[in-house]
């Protein structure tokens, strides 16, 4: 497993890749790979031994908590400590303060990110496609913290030369953000606009006075071998970005 480097001491980020040494087999080849998402008509028994395994070697670093959610392209954000879940909480935002406690995002093109302070003690984890990003899950995970974040970690994300919106998309990000406009470029059919994800992140983050922002460098579409991308087929399945304190 692959942590990123750079962060607080005890603070573990990564993403998880479409290969995995402990991938089960699959009945329909377009979830072929190490899916974590129950909602995309994989088998249940085989994504739960999939998230089993995946908590086997966050266990190795201390991990007895794993929370996962019901993801809706929202803006709302949870807070979860000690509290028992009995069932997912519906949302696109995680912070915690428990060490020990795995934070889940899951996506295939959409951008997580994950926040936390420079001490080490506070994290968060969120899901921001471009509704995400312009409603203000960013915002709205901040303002739950305890703390302020100092950090952020961009994971693989759909990239701009592959993300074709509409100009309305355009449009509901400069009327909320109007120095954004730079993150858009012309596309080649009349109202349409390539869209830069992480170009957009950075500037909300930079906005709330977070400078450090890593990441940020990979294509969920292009990247075939390594990620899971509804843009390329709709019918595939999730990435997980995690994030934990030891």
């Known amino acids: 497993m692959q942590f990123v480097q750079g962060l607080p001491k005890g603070v573990y980020v990564g993403q998880t890749h479409i290969q995995h040494p402990k991938t089960l087999a699959s009945h329909l080849p377009e979830l072929d790979g190490f899916n974590l998402a129950l909602h995309v008509n994989d088998d249940p028994e085989r994504v739960q031994k999939h998230r089993m395994n995946l908590l086997d070697e966050f266990s190795e670093y201390g991990v007895d908590k794993v929370t996962w959610m019901t993801q809706t392209h929202s803006t709302i954000c949870h807070t979860i400590n000690e509290e028992i879940q009995f069932e997912a ?12 406690h795995a934070l889940m995002m899951m996506t295939a093109d959409c951008l997580p990110i994950v926040l936390g302070n420079a001490e080490g003690t506070e994290v968060a984890n969120l899901h921001a496609g471009w509704r995400g990003l312009a409603g203000g899950i960013v915002e709205n995970t901040i ?6 974040p100092t950090w952020a970690w961009l994971g693989a994300a759909i990239s701009q030369p592959c993300f074709e919106v509409g100009e309305e998309v355009k449009d509901i990000f400069c009327a909320k953000y109007p120095d954004v406009s730079l993150a858009f470029k012309t596309g080649q059919k009349t109202g349409k606009f390539y869209a830069d994800l992480y170009a957009i992140a950075r500037y909300i983050l930079n906005r709330h006075g977070i ?14 071998q390594d990620y899971f991308s509804y843009r390329r087929s709709a019918k595939t399945g999730r990435m997980a970005t995690f994030v934990f304190m030891q």
């Not at 909480?89 to 020990?100: F, I, M, N, P, S």
């Not at 303002?143 to 302020?148: R, V």
């Not at 400078?211 to 075939?224: H, I, K, N, T």
């Open 89 to 100: 909480l519906v949302g696109d935002g995680l912070v915690t303060q428990r060490k020990a």
């Open 143 to 148: 303002e739950t913290m305890q703390t302020e």
């Open 211 to 224: 400078d450090e922002v890593l990441g940020g460098d990979q294509c969920s579409y292009r990247q075939a």
